[in-house]
């Protein structure tokens, strides 16, 4: 009698528990299909992080602006760099891809053209940096896993290049200041929509101007319809209607960047850099480095290693100094 009455009642408890269960455990804050605007300030915010990434990890060191001591490596970094050294890069511009393509989608689905407009624009954007930076890379069947398509086939940068144009142009055609943006503000241009339309045809115009020599693509003829009707085509007209993410340090505005004070334990300005802006007298000094002070408080200025630092090292009394070198942007 006592296994039965055992059994029974968790029968009842397997009922109880089972009752209403999708509804009871689905996050009503959580959301369960993209929206046209809610992937837009994370991929603004990651475009510009892997931008920034970009600079430190391989246009500084190849501009010879800073390298990396034997704290770290034990080799200069300059131009040693592995076989993977763009993996990053490419993962994290076709990750926002993806997400730009959903948010296409979404717009679309919404009935939001500048949304669309946007999602085309930034498109375009990314896939300028990869063809400039890999050459020929998938397009055409990029992003298509969920319709079986794993190994995508790599489009000719002409053609990437022919694509990319059409979608500005189109995107310039969606932009309607009368349609609403209804999501939370963008952090790049608080959802101004002439701002956002001037972005896509001064990035076009950039573009064509990367390609000006190449007579195939007509460029000149598009940067002549362009430049020669404002009306149909704006375009930035001052350093203030650049498009730079501000960070101002409050979450999610965070540096991509390490802190400062991690910079000083293995990257270091060059010689070479800092030898050039103590020659013109660089007011960007001060910001870019603090002065070398000895062990006397004695001053030393702005102070760069040699990049040859294991055969031409700094002269005991400046190595020792607090503040040579160091990297604190």
């Not at 994370?42 to 034997?70: C, G, H, W």
Request: glycine share 4%; aromatic share 14%; charged share 20%.
């Amino acid at each position: 009698m006592r296994k039965f009455i055992l059994i029974t009642l968790t029968v009842i408890g397997l009922n109880a528990c089972t009752k209403d269960f999708e509804e009871t455990n689905t996050d009503p804050n959580k959301l369960t299909e993209i929206t046209a605007g809610s992937v837009l300030n994370p991929v603004l915010y990651e475009l510009a992080k892997r931008n920034a990434y970009t600079v430190r990890n391989l246009s500084a060191p190849m501009m010879q602006m800073f390298i990396q001591t034997d704290d770290y490596i034990n080799a200069p970094f300059l131009y040693s760099f592995t076989q993977n050294v763009g993996g990053s890069m490419w993962n994290a511009y076709y990750k926002q891809i993806n997400n730009l393509n959903e948010m296409e989608q979404a717009a679309i689905r919404e009935g939001l053209p500048n949304y669309e407009a946007i999602a085309l624009s930034l498109k375009a954007y990314t896939y300028s940096l990869l063809t400039d930076t890999f050459g020929d890379v998938p397009m055409v069947e990029a992003g298509q896993a969920e319709n079986g398509v794993f190994y995508p086939s790599f489009t000719p940068q002409k053609e990437i290049y022919e694509q990319i144009f059409k979608d500005l142009s189109y995107a310039n055609s969606l932009y309607d200041p009368e349609s609403p943006m209804p999501y939370v503000p963008d952090i790049l241009f608080n959802n101004d929509v002439l701002h956002w339309q001037k972005f896509t045809n001064s990035l076009h115009l950039r573009l064509l101007l990367r390609v000006s020599n190449r007579p195939e693509l007509q460029a000149f003829d598009k940067l002549k319809q362009m430049l020669n009707d404002p009306v149909q085509y704006p375009v930035f007209e001052s350093n203030e209607e650049q498009a730079v993410i501000e960070i101002t340090g409050i979450p999610p505005l965070l540096s991509p960047w390490d802190r400062p004070q991690d910079f000083g334990v293995f990257r270091y300005y060059t010689a070479f850099f800092i030898d050039r802006l103590n020659e013109w007298d660089d007011p960007r000094r001060a910001i870019f480095a603090s002065e070398a002070k000895g062990l006397n408080n004695e001053n030393y200025g702005y102070i760069g290693e040699p990049i040859d630092y294991l055969n031409e090292s700094l002269a005991d009394s400046i190595a020792t100094a607090s503040g040579v070198q160091k990297f604190i942007s």
